[in-house]
């Protein structure tokens, strides 16, 4: 599904955080969203999730507005991981990887063996399967976040976005987290700071104070240029000797 | 902690328990009218309840029929009523707010109902056309439609982590509406009201179910069912709650229609409850915690399970005011806070601790 956001902007009483963002990702794309703290990532992440309403423009899924569906019928189709989400309640990883299928359970649609199969498989996709009857409250920050994941993969979404998902992920499951995700063969959308890591996109847009001042393919996006500028630090890249692709080093801003 | 609660992945199957909730309901109101200053034998009951119920023609003392007909049975429908109510609203509020402390009063609506009461009873509000039950009732949905409009007031025009603010703009709205309401009520009791009235108020206040009649039944009945088919209809939409507001609607909920619905629903069905029995304290906080306890926080489960056991909480509380002290009936609210208030303060040690 081809994911367009129109001149969206977006404030909050009366200060703007998003202004004149324009973006298309296509179909199976892995879009990586990077940009320093407070560029509004995740505002851009809510707006495309239909979380809020922009105050200008909008978005589409294929040709349709996203404010012209319902929240069912979105949650249908898009997904989305929060940075931060979490609850008190005495609430096991299964049952949390099942909420993922809310949006299609109804009185007259009940749970079935289908969506058992779905959580399940969700469950391995993110590596917890062996979890699934663990306590939330029992898990660390890294394994929660992989459950989030996981029950955004059992809504089965055509557009996933997710918001910085490899905070807190020991190496091991950064790397196969964001392996999964570039795997699917879904629309991503996807907010990083490890920017080694954003290399890995098919395409990349750079956020800066609400707007978003570029985007393209990863090697013709982070320049060491476009590091000072908008991240305030030097860079120099250097090949790897192993598989040729290269990686950028950093140094600290004056 | 319980095996219910490590091993709850079967929480979509595991409703084969249902079928006895019907069993201990009946049982519960049997033992609501057996029990009390004369008991009734069983058997007595059954013949009672077969003579009224399906016109057969045992023969009974017409003082028994009399006191379990339109004293004791009526007394405990509307116990159960009241109690499933209560622990319901209990259970929608915990679950959208996000707040393990909200209960039904938060609203402003006991406050309001109080108010109400006394507006009629001792200020002589109506000149005598209005009933104390619809004081309260108008005086419960007065205070609610004011915490509704401040929490919206506050609430407007904010944007991002709409549903954490908006949580926090209701739970303020009515502690602010509540104490506006609760000094009202101390005004006009000192103002105008003897002390013949302030003792008489204070008994309607702690909750009292003495006045109770079939005419009160016909009216607690529907209010209760409705409030459980709301509550089993949204089940989903509650757990989808479970990270909060944001998190619900990015799964397809309608958070701002489906809450304000759900909010409004219980806080009509506990003003009805509570223009017929007083504010009844403490069930819909320690009921829901204590039934999560036992059966998790899903509420496929929860909300079935939340319903049965505010009833018999309620029945059992009745029963207690009336035999505790013979000759004498407690208010059931001393009754309910008295076992809630310490039932309370176990599950919050045990459930810091495990």
């Not at chain 2, 309840?49 to 509307?78: C, F, M």
């Not at chain 2, 954490?164 to 703009?169: I, M, N, Y």
Request: charged share 15%.
């Amino acid at each position: 599904m081809r994911l367009t956001a129109e001149r969206l902007a977006w404030s909050v009483h009366g200060t703007p955080l998003l202004a004149d963002v324009n973006l298309t990702v296509e179909p199976g794309q892995t879009f990586g969203l990077v940009g320093p703290n407070g560029s509004g990532k995740t505002s851009l992440l809510r707006l495309l999730a239909g979380l809020n309403r922009p105050k200008a423009g909008r978005v589409l899924m294929d040709s349709q507005p996203l404010h012209t569906l319902k929240q069912r019928a979105i949650a249908q189709s898009v997904a989305l991981v929060e940075q931060q989400a979490d609850t008190t309640d005495r609430i096991t990883v299964h049952q949390v990887v099942s909420l993922g299928r809310t949006p299609f359970l109804s009185a007259l649609r009940p749970w079935s063996t289908e969506d058992d199969a779905i959580v399940a498989q969700a469950l391995a996709d993110v590596d917890m399967a062996h979890m699934a009857d663990r306590l939330w409250h029992t898990l660390s920050g890294g394994e929660r976040q992989r459950v989030h994941i996981a029950r955004a993969l059992a809504q089965q979404p055509k557009i996933l976005l997710l918001d910085e998902p490899t905070n807190h992920l020991d190496i091991r499951h950064q790397l196969s987290i964001l392996e999964l995700v570039r795997q699917l063969p879904i629309t991503v959308v996807i907010s990083l700071h490890d920017l080694n890591q954003a290399m890995e996109c098919d395409r990349i847009g750079v956020m800066d104070g609400g707007r978003l001042i570029d985007s393209g393919l990863p090697q013709d996006i982070l320049t060491p240029n476009r590091l000072q500028q908008t991240f305030g630090v030097y860079a120099h890249v250097i090949d790897d000797p192993v598989d040729g692709k290269q990686v950028m080093r950093f140094h600290s801003a004056i | 902690m319980s095996i219910a609660l490590t091993r709850a992945s079967s929480a979509h199957f595991g409703l084969r328990w249902l079928w006895i909730t019907p069993l201990v309901l009946v049982t519960a109101l049997i033992a609501g009218t057996a029990i009390g200053e004369t008991p009734i034998p069983v058997d007595t009951i059954v013949k009672v309840l077969a003579n009224q119920l399906i016109g057969t023609d045992y023969p009974v003392d017409r003082i028994d029929a009399g006191i379990i007909w339109n004293y004791r049975l009526s007394r405990a429908v509307v116990a159960a009523c009241c109690g499933t109510s209560l622990a319901l609203a209990g259970v929608v509020l915990q679950a959208l707010l996000r707040n393990p402390l909200a209960d039904p009063y938060l609203m402003g609506i006991s406050a309001g109902a109080s108010t109400g009461a006394v507006a009629v009873a001792v200020a002589g509000l109506g000149a005598g056309a209005l009933s104390l039950s619809l004081g309260a009732f108008v005086g419960a949905l007065l205070a609610f439609g004011i915490v509704v409009m401040l929490a919206h007031a506050a609430n407007s025009g904010v944007g991002g982590g709409r549903g954490v603010q908006a949580a926090g703009a209701i739970i303020l709205a009515g502690i602010a509406g509540s104490q506006l309401f609760n000094a009202l009520t101390a005004f006009i009791i000192t103002k105008s009201a003897s002390a013949e009235q302030a003792r008489g108020i204070m008994f309607w206040l702690m909750g009292n179910l003495s006045g109770v009649r079939w005419a009160d039944v016909t009216l607690a009945v529907p209010a209760a069912l409705f409030g459980l088919l709301v509550c089993l209809w949204h089940r989903r939409s509650l757990d989808a709650f479970t990270f909060g507001a944001d998190s619900a609607a990015s799964m397809g909920i309608a958070v701002r229609p489906v809450r304000g619905m759900l909010i409004i629903a219980m806080a009509l069905v506990t003003a009805v409850m509570v223009s017929i029995v007083g504010a009844i304290g403490f069930v819909g906080l320690v009921i829901p915690h204590a039934v999560r306890f036992i059966v998790g926080s899903r509420h496929t489960r929860l909300v079935p399970a939340t319903a049965l056991a505010g009833a018999v909480f309620l029945i059992g509380s009745d029963i207690l005011s009336r035999v505790l002290i013979s000759g004498q009936v407690l208010p059931i609210g001393v009754i309910t806070s008295l076992i809630g208030a310490p039932a309370f303060a176990l599950i919050l040690v045990r459930g810091k601790r495990s």
